[in-house]
């Protein structure tokens, strides 16, 4: 079992560009990982096909199957997180465990004035 | 509804796995491997727009990568509907004689393109093509569809739920005459712009 978990003053996970998110990966592997990676990505998602950024890797190495490791990122100046009708666009970070790639993932918003952008809203 | 949401998503789409009509896949696994022994490895998988041929194609790599097997990928699509110069002959130089390469969307090149891609591909252990008509390398398989096999889709993406779009299903299936791909784009529309409620 992995476990991911952000640290935030705000229950959504909303951030903004450039600001630090720091948190801990935990882990219970019934296995032995060669090593675990930690990803900071974001994704989209909707009628065409998905694209896909990672825009930094953190390799955890040394460790023992129960263990845990605390994180930060700095997040870059963008793309921000966004939902429309055609496309939504996600931020995650991501812990896996090689060779096995078992991994689980949390997803968080990247927006300047800390607020989900909403497309469709606007949309006629 | 919101691109995330939508369960025409293409994302909930790829993990749709190529739907049998008439057999199982240790049947079809079968039959395929026998008629690709026959054929010298060298065969087309037929059928129309939308008719599941490039989701057969993701499977059938999966099967031969587990039969140990090396597999190359190439795709042409409306957008794409042939390759550089330069890259046939890299593909050249670079082909190895037990790898089987696949061509999704072969009907994109035209005669001698065609040809060309044929000859330089003879030193492979096989060509496996996806196309329209059976005119380009002898059939492997034909992709058939028809509303169960719709019906089927539907299900596995919405479950229950389905069962309110049969008639929707219907008329939209008559529209794109068959074209699954473009009947499950026409659902994501409307759900997007909240004509059917999941």
Known sequence: MIQLSIASSDDNLVFAPEDIIRGRAAWTLPFSAQYMELRLFWYTEGKGDCDLSIVNTIRIENFSSQDERPFEFRLPPGPYSFHGKLISLIWCIEVIAFPTKESTKIEFVMSPNKQVIGLHKFAG | ?198
């Open chain 2, 1 to 198: 509804m919101i691109a995330r949401d939508n369960p025409f998503r293409v994302t909930q789409l790829h993990q749709i796995r190529y739907r049998l009509l008439n057999s199982d896949w240790p049947t079809l696994f079968t039959t395929l491997f026998d008629r690709l022994v026959i054929l010298n490895y060298r065969g087309a998988i037929i059928g129309p727009h939308g008719s599941g041929k490039t989701t057969l194609i993701e499977t059938l790599i999966i099967e031969l990568t587990t039969r140990n097997f090396i597999v190359r990928l190439l795709r042409l699509n409306e957008e794409k509907t042939n390759f550089p110069f330069s890259f046939y002959r890299e593909l050249a130089s670079t082909i190895r004689p037990d790898e089987i390469i696949i061509l999704d969307g072969a009907e994109q090149l035209d005669y001698f393109s065609w040809q060309y891609f044929k000859f330089i591909t003879r030193k492979a252990k096989g060509l496996i093509i996806t196309t329209h008509n059976a005119d380009r390398l002898p059939t492997l398989i034909e992709c058939d569809v028809n509303k169960e096999l719709l019906n089927n889709i539907l299900w596995e993406l919405l479950g229950p739920a389905a069962n309110s779009l049969r008639d929707q299903a219907d008329k939209l299936y008559d529209q794109h005459q068959g074209n699954l791909r473009n009947v499950l784009r026409a659902f994501y529309d409307m759900c997007a712009n909240g004509e059917i409620m999941i």
